[in-house]
């Protein structure tokens, strides 16, 4: 197996070890809530403390990532991150929950930017959006996960059992990173000459130049383009629908459908089963299909996702609105990837860190609000967790209106035939490798 695809696993491990961990608070919340006597509106400050630390230090992962190498900020970023989610099970009341899960974040939030930086480095432009969704898919697969693992150790331990069951898998992913991970592909180990020589052949590549880039770009420079912070704006606004979904579903399921904690669980897990499948296919379908047109694959999969989001909470039938979920699921997660490529594309990598974590700082602002507001629009209303998913999909329609009109696109020329009795010799397309992508 090429070193690369280790990477990309060990990449993908620890990112649902990651979302195991965020998303178990999700399962336990109605419990904990119990003990802990807290109501919507503090289960909603719980949920938002940790994206309060995750989003304060997207930049300073990014920073510290091309810095000191991404290899060195996974490894102190999952050896943070596994005590502080051990520790969320010895809480006791709800300002120390607050604490643990501000922390927690912080552990988190020096993560996504430095595994960006780790792709930027291990692989070209031909194939970083491709990897990029693998590595992401993990958001979906972790939410599909954690229903079907934890409610067994919930029903018979309790959910301070089920933190400290995570805390030990965090030290796992230790082990794996440092086996396999490196700064990049010059550094890596087990890189063979072959593989070498495929990459900088890619990074040479047509596919890999035909889009544009900031490739002259410094930090300062990102924050001077108005791409960066459309991306920054729609990750801000799409979140509030994504961590929606994610953070209140359980809770959704339960009080509005009337499931119980087994049937929670699968309700749960499937729709994010066909959110993986979506995301991982985003990046590839993205790569092959959209390729200086990419804004269309992602509005088009926010509108129908949307509209299959909307009329779940529609319907009584656990079949109709299971699958009106898994088709959601699949098109918002898929579109997610989409969003993502773009980044992937335009950002150098030599500042590859800062400027992703700088976009994921919106995106974190966003899961942030979305806790409390949901939170309190939840009460407001009454205690109709129903609320919550009007929250979302105004959300939704905001985000796809972003995308429409605040991304323009410069699609790849087609590379011309020779005409007859041209040089045979003639290198045909080149002349597309300085196309543009801007707003």
Same mark, same amino acid.
């Given at each position: 197996?090429?070193?690369?695809?280790?990477?990309?696993?060990?990449?993908?491990?620890?990112?649902?070890?990651?979302?195991?961990?965020?998303?178990?608070?999700?399962?336990?919340?109605?419990?904990?809530?119990?003990?802990?006597?807290?109501?919507?509106?503090?289960?909603?400050?719980?949920?938002?403390?940790?994206?309060?630390?995750?989003?304060?230090?997207?930049?300073?992962?990014?920073?510290?990532?091309?810095?000191?190498?991404?290899?060195?900020?996974?490894?102190?970023?999952?050896?943070?991150?596994?005590?502080?989610?051990?520790?969320?099970?010895?809480?006791?009341?709800?300002?120390?929950?607050?604490?643990?899960?501000?922390?927690?974040?912080?552990?988190?939030?020096?993560?996504?930017?430095?595994?960006?930086?780790?792709?930027?480095?291990?692989?070209?432009?031909?194939?970083?959006?491709?990897?990029?969704?693998?590595?992401?898919?993990?958001?979906?697969?972790?939410?599909?996960?954690?229903?079907?693992?934890?409610?067994?150790?919930?029903?018979?331990?309790?959910?301070?059992?089920?933190?400290?069951?995570? %805390?030990?898998?965090?030290?796992?992913?230790?082990?794996?990173?440092?086996?396999?991970?490196?700064?990049?592909?010059?550094?890596?180990?087990?890189?063979?000459?072959?593989?070498?020589?495929?990459?900088?052949?890619?990074?040479?590549?047509?596919?890999?130049?035909?889009?544009?880039?900031?490739?002259?770009?410094?930090?300062?420079?990102?924050?001077?383009?108005?791409?960066?912070?459309?991306?920054?704006?729609?990750?801000?606004?799409?979140?509030?629908?994504?961590?929606?979904?994610?953070?209140?579903?359980?809770?959704?399921?339960?009080?509005?459908?009337?499931?119980?904690?087994?049937?929670?669980?699968?309700?749960?897990?499937?729709?994010?089963?066909?959110?993986?499948?979506?995301?991982?296919? %985003?990046?590839?379908?993205?790569?092959?299909?959209?390729?200086?047109?990419?804004?269309?694959?992602?509005?088009?999969?926010? !509108?129908?996702?949307?509209?299959?989001?909307?009329?779940?909470?529609?319907?009584?039938?656990?079949?109709?609105?299971?699958?009106?979920?898994?088709?959601?699921?699949?098109?918002?997660?898929?579109?997610?990837?989409?969003?993502?490529?773009?980044?992937?594309?335009?950002?150098?990598?030599?500042?590859?860190?800062?400027?992703?974590?700088?976009?994921?700082?919106?995106?974190?602002?966003?899961?942030?609000?979305?806790?409390?507001?949901?939170?309190?629009?939840?009460?407001?209303?009454?205690?109709?967790?129903?609320? %919550?998913?009007?929250?979302?999909?105004?959300?939704?329609?905001?985000? !796809?209106?972003?995308?429409?009109?605040?991304?323009?696109?410069?699609?790849?020329?087609?590379?011309?035939?020779?005409?007859?009795?041209?040089?045979?010799? !003639?290198?045909?397309?080149?002349?597309?490798?300085?196309?543009?992508?801007?707003?």
């Amino acid at each position: 197996m090429k070193a690369s695809y280790k990477v990309g696993l060990a990449l993908i491990f620890c990112y649902v070890v990651a979302w195991l961990d965020r998303m178990a608070i999700n399962m336990t919340i109605l419990s904990m809530s119990d003990e802990l006597g807290i109501g919507p509106d503090r289960i909603g400050w719980v949920l938002s403390a940790f994206f309060l630390g995750y989003a304060l230090c997207q930049i300073p992962g990014g920073a510290l990532a091309d810095r000191f190498g991404p290899r060195k900020v996974i490894l102190v970023a999952l050896g943070w991150w596994s005590v502080f989610t051990a520790l969320t099970g010895t809480a006791a009341t709800l300002w120390s929950m607050l604490a643990i899960r501000f922390f927690f974040g912080v552990g988190e939030g020096i993560f996504p930017a430095s595994v960006w930086k780790v792709l930027g480095n291990w692989y070209t432009r031909k194939n970083r959006a491709t990897a990029n969704a693998l590595v992401i898919s993990a958001i979906a697969l972790g939410p599909a996960l954690t229903p079907l693992l934890l409610a067994p150790i919930l029903a018979k331990y309790g959910w301070r059992t089920a933190f400290y069951c995570l %805390g030990v898998c965090g030290l796992a992913c230790l082990v794996v990173v440092w086996r396999f991970v490196g700064n990049s592909i010059q550094e890596g180990r087990g890189v063979t000459a072959q593989e070498l020589a495929e990459y900088e052949a890619d990074a040479k590549s047509e596919a890999a130049n035909s889009e544009g880039s900031l490739e002259k770009a410094t930090f300062g420079d990102l924050l001077r383009t108005p791409i960066i912070w459309v991306l920054f704006s729609i990750a801000l606004v799409a979140n509030i629908t994504m961590y929606g979904w994610l953070n209140w579903l359980p809770s959704y399921l339960v009080k509005v459908k009337g499931l119980d904690l087994k049937a929670t669980a699968f309700a749960a897990s499937v729709p994010f089963m066909f959110a993986t499948i979506g995301c991982m296919s %985003g990046g590839w379908i993205s790569d092959k299909f959209f390729r200086g047109r990419r804004k269309w694959l992602i509005f088009l999969c926010q !509108a129908v996702g949307g509209t299959c989001l909307y009329f779940f909470t529609r319907v009584d039938d656990m079949t109709t609105y299971m699958i009106l979920q898994s088709v959601a699921g699949f098109l918002l997660f898929m579109g997610s990837a989409a969003v993502w490529s773009l980044p992937m594309i335009l950002l150098p990598t030599k500042v590859m860190g800062a400027g992703s974590g700088f976009i994921n700082t919106g995106g974190q602002i966003g899961g942030f609000i979305t806790n409390i507001l949901i939170g309190y629009v939840i009460t407001w209303r009454g205690g109709s967790y129903a609320a %919550g998913f009007e929250v979302m999909l105004g959300a939704l329609v905001l985000a !796809a209106t972003l995308v429409l009109v605040g991304i323009r696109e410069t699609r790849p020329p087609v590379p011309s035939q020779p005409r007859e009795g041209e040089l045979a010799s !003639a290198r045909p397309g080149l002349s597309g490798a300085s196309g543009t992508t801007d707003v």
